[in-house]
């Protein structure tokens, strides 16, 4: 089980458990009440009170953590938002009766606890899926703390605060000795600087996440736009070709039906041969959804020529799959793909001593490509990332991965990674078998 799943249904479990390793006892709380209630004075239920909150906050903050950051892997997972807000109501609930079966101290689930699930629907709503679940977690323990400090305000005892057995008694203890007033002002002031705060951090990260991908969007956008007025100047040029090459064809055409030597006809056919590869190849770049069977040995020589230079990044073979299988693809537009996911990979181990890259092929229930890297890997979160346009592991913001993605779908085949932190990355693409066949032949 991923590590974003297996950390918050720990903190539930630990929360689920944990009066049982931290009572009133651990804490030095069930001293106070003993001093509390055979001599009650203000300063001892001041104290009291503050290791109430601190001991209520400790219980409660694993379960309720736990049910958040759990929601929100879940929402994520499946894009569905809405399991952000029910995970954590219906857990939540679970663990105060799981907790209720085996505790002899009747844990209440009241106001702060009805509070802290009106927070976590504010935050999922508010947030909008732009703060992160680390920040949202500082966040939620802010309110946690805050919301607690209402269950020793005697005068909110009658909307379902502090009806827990401690609470009643420090606040009942308050009412007999005259001091619930001064309790009262004590933890509001509390409770409205822990919530005040936690509403101001809010809104801060809101803005400074809005901020930040709205850069990344404009800069995505930016690179979009020059990538794609580049394109449009070399289409024109492209375009340009098709002249002198119909006029190449024209003349040598002519020169095959004027010669009888048997050499010229063998030279003025390669020229042919050569000329309608040009213009097969100018076709693809013009027009994106020109395909042609192409054998998987001139594909990989031709990612060959494109991009396998001077470096200092060993580049390899493992070349399985028969090379007299073909392919039907836009040989241009997928060899730009397959030598994008070269140069990340390039990326990826550069730097490194034993920097390699390997290129691999395997017939299995069609054709497989595979990019391998031994670089540093890429992390869970990061994964989830990488398809978008603009996000990038670099310093700048990329668009390489989804135009990828993008020309690999067009062709009927699917794109797919494995890796692990530490044990470098392969980019598999896989095209099916109904999109190959044996060359010069209809299966």
Same mark, same amino acid.
């Given at each position: 089980?991923?590590?974003?799943?297996?950390?918050?249904?720990?903190?539930?479990?630990?929360?689920? @458990?944990?009066?049982?390793?931290?009572?009133?006892?651990?804490?030095?709380?069930?001293?106070?009440?003993?001093?509390?209630?055979?001599?009650?004075?203000?300063?001892?239920?001041?104290?009291?009170?503050?290791?109430?909150?601190?001991?209520?906050?400790?219980?409660?903050?694993?379960?309720?953590?736990?049910?958040?950051?759990?929601?929100?892997?879940?929402?994520?997972?499946?894009?569905?938002?809405?399991?952000?807000?029910?995970?954590?109501?219906?857990?939540?609930?679970?663990?105060?009766?799981?907790?209720?079966?085996?505790?002899?101290?009747?844990?209440? @689930?009241?106001?702060?606890?009805?509070?802290?699930?009106?927070?976590?629907?504010?935050?999922?709503?508010?947030?909008?899926?732009?703060?992160?679940?680390?920040?949202?977690? @500082?966040?939620?323990?802010?309110?946690?703390?805050?919301?607690?400090?209402?269950?020793?305000?005697?005068?909110?005892?009658?909307?379902?605060?502090?009806?827990?057995?401690?609470?009643?008694?420090?606040?009942?203890?308050?009412?007999?000795?005259?001091?619930?007033?001064?309790?009262?002002?004590?933890?509001?002031?509390?409770?409205?600087?822990?919530?005040?705060?936690?509403?101001?951090?809010?809104?801060?990260?809101?803005?400074?996440?809005?901020?930040?991908?709205?850069?990344?969007?404009?800069?995505?956008?930016?690179?979009?736009?020059?990538?794609?007025?580049?394109?449009?100047?070399?289409?024109?040029?492209?375009?340009?070709?098709?002249?002198?090459?119909?006029?190449?064809?024209?003349?040598?055409?002519?020169?095959?039906?004027?010669?009888?030597?048997?050499?010229?006809?063998?030279?003025?056919?390669?020229?042919?041969?050569?000329?309608?590869?040009?213009?097969?190849?100018?076709?693809?770049?013009?027009?994106? #959804?020109?395909?042609?069977?192409?054998?998987?040995?001139?594909?990989?020589?031709?990612?060959?020529?494109?991009?396998?230079?001077?470096?200092?990044?060993?580049?390899?073979?493992?070349?399985?799959?028969?090379?007299?299988?073909?392919?039907?693809?836009?040989?241009?537009?997928?060899?730009?793909?397959?030598?994008?996911?070269?140069?990340?990979?390039?990326?990826?181990?550069?730097?490194?001593?034993?920097?390699?890259?390997?290129?691999?092929?395997?017939?299995?229930?069609?054709?497989?490509?595979?990019?391998?890297?031994?670089?540093?890997?890429?992390?869970?979160?990061?994964?989830?990332?990488?398809?978008?346009?603009?996000f990038s592991t670099k310093d700048h913001p990329g668009v390489g991965l989804s135009f990828v993605k993008n020309v690999i779908?067009?062709?009927?085949?699917?794109?797919?990674? #494995?890796?692990?932190?530490?044990?470098?990355?392969?980019?598999?693409?896989? @095209?099916?078998?109904?999109?190959?066949?044996?060359?010069?032949?209809?299966?």
């Amino acid at each position: 089980m991923k590590k974003r799943f297996w950390i918050p249904i720990s903190l539930i479990i630990i929360g689920i @458990f944990f009066p049982l390793w931290f009572d009133l006892e651990h804490v030095g709380l069930e001293r106070m009440l003993e001093q509390l209630e055979n001599e009650p004075d203000g300063s001892t239920l001041m104290l009291t009170a503050l290791v109430l909150v601190f001991l209520n906050t400790l219980r409660a903050l694993p379960h309720y953590l736990g049910a958040l950051l759990l929601g929100d892997a879940l929402g994520r997972k499946y894009n569905k938002p809405v399991l952000k807000i029910a995970v954590p109501i219906i857990i939540i609930p679970m663990v105060y009766l799981l907790i209720n079966t085996y505790h002899s101290m009747n844990y209440h @689930f009241g106001g702060p606890a009805i509070l802290l699930l009106l927070s976590i629907v504010f935050l999922q709503l508010f947030g909008r899926q732009n703060m992160r679940p680390l920040f949202m977690s @500082f966040v939620f323990t802010q309110l946690l703390f805050g919301y607690q400090w209402l269950d020793t305000v005697p005068a909110l005892t009658p909307f379902g605060f502090g009806g827990g057995e401690v609470s009643s008694f420090v606040k009942n203890t308050a009412v007999t000795i005259g001091f619930d007033q001064t309790l009262s002002i004590y933890s509001l002031l509390f409770s409205a600087v822990f919530i005040v705060h936690a509403l101001v951090f809010a809104v801060y990260l809101t803005v400074v996440e809005q901020k930040w991908k709205m850069r990344k969007d404009l800069e995505s956008a930016r690179l979009q736009m020059v990538e794609a007025r580049s394109g449009r100047e070399a289409l024109h040029l492209v375009h340009d070709l098709k002249t002198p090459l119909s006029l190449m064809e024209g003349l040598n055409s002519l020169i095959q039906m004027k010669t009888k030597d048997p050499d010229i006809k063998t030279y003025t056919e390669k020229i042919s041969d050569s000329i309608r590869a040009t213009s097969d190849m100018v076709s693809e770049i013009l027009y994106d #959804e020109k395909k042609n069977w192409c054998s998987l040995h001139t594909l990989i020589e031709y990612v060959r020529q494109n991009k396998l230079s001077e470096s200092s990044t060993i580049y390899q073979f493992d070349l399985q799959a028969p090379s007299d299988i073909e392919i039907y693809i836009n040989k241009i537009r997928m060899t730009r793909a397959i030598v994008n996911l070269i140069d990340n990979a390039g990326d990826a181990v550069e730097g490194q001593e034993d920097a390699q890259v390997l290129i691999r092929t395997e017939a299995d229930s069609g054709i497989w490509i595979g990019i391998e890297d031994n670089g540093p890997g890429i992390s869970n979160r990061d994964i989830q990332k990488i398809w978008t346009a603009g996000f990038s592991t670099k310093d700048h913001p990329g668009v390489g991965l989804s135009f990828v993605k993008n020309v690999i779908e067009e062709h009927g085949a699917s794109l797919d990674i #494995e890796s692990e932190p530490g044990s470098g990355t392969t980019f598999w693409i896989h @095209f099916p078998k109904e999109r190959t066949r044996y060359e010069h032949t209809d299966y």
